[in-house]
């Protein structure tokens, strides 16, 4: 039964925040890496953010410039993404992924969430 859950999308305006969930059903372990991808109509998945599970140390995409943060509660098994200042350009589907190493690329990733739909209109 195990697997990921990521909620949080909505339609929202430019400039707002949002913060997306992703929840794993079972228990991540200290050496597993929780990212978030985005997807666009018509363009490839790209990287936003990931987390070491057991350091917390963070990784971003250099063109989201600071707007974006990913965080955990271990204790509850769940990533967060908080959107800051949310801009047209970020309208996607949004996926919390799992992997054992960290990749800036989506295919060495082992597990992955349904994708959350983010709509940014101006």
């Known amino acids: 039964q195990w697997q990921l859950v990521d909620t949080g999308g909505g339609l929202v305006q430019a400039g707002d925040s949002l913060r997306l969930s992703c929840a794993a059903s079972?228990?991540?372990?200290?050496?597993?890496?929780m990212a978030w991808f985005r997807q666009a109509p018509g363009r490839e998945r790209e990287f936003v953010a990931a987390?070491?599970?057991?350091?917390?140390?963070?990784y971003y995409a250099d063109s989201l410039k600071g707007r974006f943060t990913i965080s955990r509660v271990g204790a509850e098994n769940t990533a967060y993404l908080q959107m800051d200042n949310v801009k047209t350009e970020d309208t996607a589907i949004y996926y919390c992924?799992?992997?054992?190493?960290?990749?800036?690329?989506?295919?060495?990733?082992?597990?992955w969430g349904q994708g959350t739909q983010v709509t940014v209109s101006s």
């Open positions: 987390i070491r599970w057991g350091t917390g140390r963070t």
């Open positions: 992924a799992r992997g054992v190493e960290l990749s800036y690329t989506p295919s060495p990733y082992r597990d």
């Open positions: 079972g228990r991540i372990y200290s050496s597993a890496v």
